[in-house]
């Protein structure tokens, strides 16, 4: 990996993360622009990676823990990030692996089991949503196209769902999104295009014949049909950065 940042290799977990044997140079030996620099990051950038932990984990103990850990590990190597070309996807690497060791301890030294099992975090938050802002003869209905919907999204490659969580799930704009994620815009909006289009295909292959025709909760304002209009076509947009 060289000073540019981690290296693609299809989503952010599983990229190279900083040595854990090499010794940090301790805070108290920084100097005042490093340490002004990182505590403006950790201000800018904490709020939305807690509220994405806390999609991802479900709770707000596991979310500060998970987030406390990722920082952790971005203070100890902040000098080095310093000179990367894209340390905000140097960051957002370490808190997704930071996730994944949360998720992992939560289930065992095995990580999540496999086979059928209750939904994700991410799911049971949205359904709670979108029952609250339901009418009681519309709860069933509602229920039913947030499972659909957030099932599909669980399925969409990592990136795909990143963006898909960022942008309707946190309400960020594509711009935010983006550099929450350290990539361009237009990698965003490309990312979402890819996600409307096969999200589409998955919700058309598990929609009964005799089921609702119109999303509601989370599917209606942030599914397919808005993710569409903000996303660019695969010709105008640039393709992911590696």
Known sequence: MSDGGPEESGGAVGLPLPSRRRQPTPMSQWD????LSYWAFHANRRPSYM????LQLGSDAAA???VDAAFDSIMNEWLRMLHMDRLDAYAWTILKQRLVDRQERRGGRGGRPSGPAAPEPMDISAFEAAL???RADQQYEVLTD???FYSAVSRLAERQRDAVLLRYGLQCTPGEAASVMGVDEATVRSQLGQAHRRLARMLDASAEP???TECAG???CAGPTECADSAESPGSAESPES
């Open 32 to 35: 005042p622009t490093a340490r």
């Open 51 to 54: 509220r994405f932990a806390y």
């Open 64 to 66: 500060e823990d998970a």
């Open 132 to 134: 609250k802002e339901a």
């Open 146 to 148: 947030t499972i659909r």
């Open 210 to 212: 005799a089921g609702p």
């Open 218 to 220: 989370p599917a209606e």
